[in-house]
């Protein structure tokens, strides 16, 4: 393999990863409430004074920093003429599926990176130095790009990437920063201040994005210390301390008073427990659904992150350490724990990588009538053995969410209602599951229904599931069905004659 081919390789890896994330835009709508009421609807509201407000708006803890960021997006699409709240909202997704894209670099260097490691704790062959030129592609290739494509197409990081939840940015962040801290550890290079304050940095916003994430800055600040890395620790911290110190200031300006969304947020979740109220599950609720997302593959995975523990430790135990965290609330939901994903499919590749590389390095210098080839084939078969079993296994199980009710369809049906110019007022039979206001970038009157609302003329259209007790009552209070969308039927008052 020659350099020109592994640049080639990974352009096509990006284009690949590119391809399938439009592909989720253009199939699968957001539909988890926190996506419209925590970081989309807030900004929507503040700019066009027509929005949801949720409790945790009216208690405050939640950190204006991330619907600031999306508001400003919001504030300049308006400036420039664009005042559809759909078409902001398709690019708020888009743009963050671009930017998830990144994770397929870090996968890229992570893998280069954990494959050297292992491959440095190995005696190899030397080979022939006629097969060595100016096109040499750089050192453990083969599990940089295995790494960059699982990032690339694994396909829950591919749902997962058109959200615009918190933890897609948080996941970006301390991927990053444990991919800098092992190039850090393995070669500073001639600026590594300037790396360890880039790594500092990203730790602090991850973590500042998404508080659970904070064992990763542990074991990064445990692996700078067993490295003997240990002058570059303070300009970690000191620069981690940059986000803390934007968002204490964010939540001065909008709450009146420093990080003080950090604390009700702590003392509502961790001391009060508050969020049990949204359902609690046992601590093996994560280990159970890993494995129901990955039976087969989890397995794979699991083998290949012990055997080269000892290269990729750091990764594995960043996992392991938000999983245990993880499992220790009450509360879970799935994309609590999206990080262990990549940090697990990362050491898997870069030990795949070097096995493959060692494989390669027997063959080219293995005597004449030994039947080198048929050692490289053997190595090319397993890998991508490895690749079919992972992502196979991964995208027969791919669909379904965190709650059943969370349909794709009840988004559509209300978004074709909130389009329709005769709209007056919406009832529907779940607020929870529905989007908010500015999907429709006009404002009407949207309740949870009850029978004597069905009477009232201000609401000309009720949203419910199809079949159920509010379709029927609606019918028998004089609604007709106009549009349906799988499960779901948008219902329309019927004209009144005038005499």
Known sequence: MTRRRVTIALAAIFGLGLALRVLALWIEPPHHPDEFFQYLEPAWRHLTGAGVETWEWRAGIRSWALPGYHGAWMALAMKLGVRDGLAIGTFLRAHWALLSLTLVWAGWRGGLLLTRRSLARKVLPTASTSSLGSDVPPMGWQGGLLAALLCAIFPLLVRFSIHTLSELPSILCMVWALVLTGELVEDPGPSPRKKAMWTGFLIGLGVCLRIQHAPVALVIAIWLL??????????????????????????WATWGTPFSSFIAYVKFNVLQSGADIFGKLPPSWYATTFFHRLPVGLGVLGLLCILG???????????????????????????????????????????????????????????????????????????????????GDAALHARGNDFADLSPDRFRAQIWAGRQSDITGLLYDEPLFTGGYMWFSRPFPQVMWKPTLLHNPLFSHVLAPRHSGLSLAAERAGFVEVFSAGNFAILRRRAVATP
Do not use: N
Not at 237 to 245: E, G, R, T
Not at 348 to 356: E, P, R, Y
């Open 226 to 251: 067993v490295a003997r890395r240990a002058r570059l620790l303070p300009y970690v911290v000191l620069l981690s301390l940059l986000p803390v110190a934007l968002f204490g200031g964010i939540d």
């Open 309 to 391: 523990l000892r290269s990729g430790w750091p990764f594995v135990a960043s996992a392991l350490g938000l999983a245990a965290l993880l499992s220790t609330q009450a509360h879970k939901e799935e994309r609590f724990a999206m990080l262990c994903w990549p940090l697990l499919l990362i050491p898997a590749a870069g030990l795949v990588g070097a096995w493959w590389a060692t494989q390669k390095a027997r063959a080219d210098a293995a005597e004449p009538g030994k039947r080198p080839r048929l050692r490289i084939w053997i190595a090319r078969a397993a890998t991508a053995l490895f690749v079919v079993v992972v992502l």
